[in-house]
Nanobody, 126 residues
Framework: QVQLVESGGGSVQAGGSLRLSCVAS??????MAWFRQAPGKEREFVAA??????????YYADSVKGRFTISRDNGKNTVYLRMNSLKPEDTAVYYC???????????????????WGQGTQVTVSS
């Protein structure tokens, strides 16, 4: 069982930056991902990182590629999502997820991840 706690959300203006954090309880050797859900929309994939001692391979949704960076610090059991050049359409609740997922090469389904955090709100104003 893994418990995930996200933090770092907030309100920023378009073009601004935020860094989300996700702390996992216990030793975390899972593949990790960030998803987001805007009001009235389905939860969508944002970014994923596999597990390895050296940090893991990454994969991004086309909508955030070049603006967002996912990383992990295995010593701190923490996964980060650095978000730059934020746009109003990035507004959503962002969720951290963990699962027995290896290297991601296509957008994963929410069903591939077994553990979820409670979410953190990100609001980007124009």
């Amino acid at each position: 069982q893994v418990q995930l706690v996200e933090s770092g959300g907030g309100s920023v203006q378009a073009g601004g930056s935020l860094r989300l954090s996700c702390v996992a309880s216990g030793r975390n050797t899972y593949g990790m991902a960030w998803f987001r859900q805007a009001p009235g929309k389905e939860r969508e994939f944002v970014a994923a990182i596999s597990w390895s001692w050296s940090g893991g391979s990454t994969y991004y949704a086309d909508s955030v590629k070049g603006r967002f960076t996912i990383s992990r610090d295995n010593g701190k059991n923490t996964v980060y999502l650095r978000m730059n050049s934020l746009k109003p359409e990035d507004t959503a609740v962002y969720y951290c997820a963990a699962g027995r997922v290896g290297s991601v090469t296509t957008p994963p389904s929410i069903y591939e991840y077994n553990y979820w955090g409670q979410g953190t709100q990100v609001t980007v104003s124009s």
